[in-house]
């Protein structure tokens, strides 16, 4: 399912017909047709299935084979190029798409069991009272629990067609029988930019604004434009713009995007391939954000359309990339739907920053595990904490920014400013209860059993100042004990700020959501400070 969601380039969407001929003796015979300007070549590959339906033996399922070897041949070209079948195609798409029809809540799986984290405003399942803490455990009177629930199954058990219903057993603490309700599904508007505010240093405001943007979908821009107008309408002078973990999207989003921060005529990006003709983006000089200092953050996981902005800032001297090296994607995906309702996204072209890079690292084709094991390379080989351990692309080609600066292709974008992870106060005690993922599993239990005193915080702030006071780390201890990480109290005592800072904002999302999340974990985050402190210098030198 994960290759699926690699991210496509918004191009034109080409519809293939299939004619299959009248008959096998005519289809075995036919080695081609005519398309529109396409040959349709008939291989022995699509012979050899019609002889298999026709004469083989046994009764065999066709269709089955037939989306094996589909899925096998395209795993023979590039590593971004994929089958998808119809099964999957509608789930896979509506990760860019601004809305999806379902029913309205953000779950988390706990113990084989479906927990409800937030119920969003306005959806249909706040219409009929859900509440965030309840747990699904019945859907349309079939249990809905145990080792067989996955987040696959429960999208495609609770996503459906706008307008059906589905009918759902609630458990909710502190009430002893089971709840039912009747949900409606609707359309549910997905998200691009998680949050937006003006970062906090000490307990005061900075002035600088701060978008994070999770996607490039059909939305994103809109959602965008809407943060900065707001961070802009609060005071703020200065932007920073977190592409990390972005893994891309919409081309057109990208573009529409950095055009709000270049002048007339600047390249945004190109791209050209063997059979799709060359294609400049350049800015038209009507952006509302020309002027203002801007810092741009990436990471190993921006990839895609995060690098084509990260690219056209950094080329066109506009904005600091800081961070670290980025994914290194620079193809473009074509998707081609076939008349089954499957589809194939396929590399049509490739796209290069404004200095001329292609960014795209090196692949082989068909060797897809080897181009995923490069993050895990990155890791081990020590790029992830120095930027001294980083290995340069076989591309030693200089190309230069508008201001004459050096810059390399062949592998990512590479920050301005190199900030690598800081481990000082990493332990093994608290590499296992993070890597377990027992900090986010507290946070949420611990919100459940204190929820109705929880609620009365409407701030990050306030319910910070409690969680300081309330004194939840002996507990926290004993909860990783229950799950067989013996404390180390030096160990403990060492990385206490670490655990601090995210458990407390683990449990401000499952009170406050994102837009409370963000901007604690973010204040003391070593790339945002940098950011900040990069930006107040130019801010006083203006």
Request: proline fraction near 3%.
């Amino acid at each position: 399912m994960k290759k699926y969601l690699y991210p496509l380039l918004t191009v034109a969407v080409l519809f293939i017909g299939f004619f299959l001929g009248n008959g096998l003796a005519n289809r075995a015979n036919a080695q081609q047709l005519r398309w529109g300007n396409f040959t349709l070549r008939l291989s022995k590959v699509d012979q050899l299935l019609q002889y298999m339906d026709n004469s083989y033996v046994d009764k065999i399922d066709v269709d089955s084979i037939t989306e094996d070897i589909m899925a096998d041949i395209v795993s023979k070209l590039d590593p971004h190029s994929a089958y998808i079948p119809k099964k999957d195609l509608e789930l896979v798409n509506s990760e860019l798409e601004a809305s999806f029809s379902g029913i309205g809540v953000q779950f988390s799986i706990q113990q084989d069991t479906v927990s409800i984290v937030a119920v969003i405003s306005g959806g249909p399942s706040e219409g009929v009272g859900i509440l965030a803490g309840d747990k699904i455990v019945e859907v349309n009177d079939t249990a809905f629990t145990g080792k067989g629930i996955n987040n696959e199954k429960v999208l495609h058990t609770l996503r459906g067609e706008k307008g059906t219903e589905v009918r759902l057993g609630i458990r909710r603490s502190g009430t002893p029988e089971m709840l039912h309700f009747t949900v409606t599904r609707g359309d549910i508007p997905v998200h691009s930019v998680d949050a937006s505010f003006i970062v906090e240093q000490q307990g005061k405001a900075t002035g600088i604004g701060f978008v994070r943007v999770n996607k490039f979908g059909t939305g994103t821009y809109d959602e965008f434009l809407t943060a900065l107008s707001k961070l802009k309408s609060e005071g703020a002078k200065a932007y920073i713009v977190d592409l990390r973990e972005n893994s891309g999207g919409f081309m057109d989003q990208a573009i529409k995007m950095a055009n709000e921060f270049l002048s007339a005529g600047d390249m945004i990006v190109y791209s050209e391939g063997r059979s799709y003709p060359r294609y400049e983006a350049r800015a038209n000089g009507l952006g509302r954000f020309k002027q203002v200092p801007l810092v741009v953050l990436i990471d190993d996981f921006s990839a895609s359309a995060s690098e084509i902005f990260a690219g056209a800032m950094q080329d066109n001297d506009r904005a600091l990339i800081i961070g670290r090296r980025s994914f290194g994607k620079g193809l473009v995906q074509q998707q081609i739907p076939f008349t089954d309702g499957s589809a194939v996204r396929l590399t049509v072209a490739r796209y290069y920053t404004p200095s001329g890079r292609c960014i795209q690292k090196p692949y082989e084709l068909g060797h897809q595990e080897d181009y995923q094991k490069d993050l895990l390379e990155r890791f081990e080989h020590g790029e992830m904490f120095s930027r001294d351990s980083i290995r340069q692309s076989a591309d030693t080609t200089v190309y230069y920014t508008k201001a004459g600066k050096r810059v390399y292709g062949g592998g990512g974008i590479m920050p301005d400013i190199f900030i690598g992870r800081d481990t000082t106060r990493n332990t093994p005690w608290y590499n296992r209860v993070v890597n377990h993922a027992y900090t986010y599993q507290f946070a949420f239990r611990y919100t459940d059993r204190h929820r109705k005193q929880l609620q009365q915080y409407k701030d990050w702030q306030s319910l910070e100042r409690h969680l300081k006071q309330a004194g939840w780390m002996s507990e926290f201890v004993s909860f990783a004990k229950e799950k067989g990480v013996e404390p180390v109290e030096a160990e403990i005592q060492k990385s206490r700020p670490l655990l601090e800072r995210i458990v407390n904002a683990y449990i401000v999302r499952d009170v406050l959501g994102d837009e409370g999340f963000f901007p604690l974990f973010e204040r003391d985050d070593d790339i945002t400070k940098e950011a900040v402190k990069q930006l107040q210098q130019q801010t006083k030198s203006r």
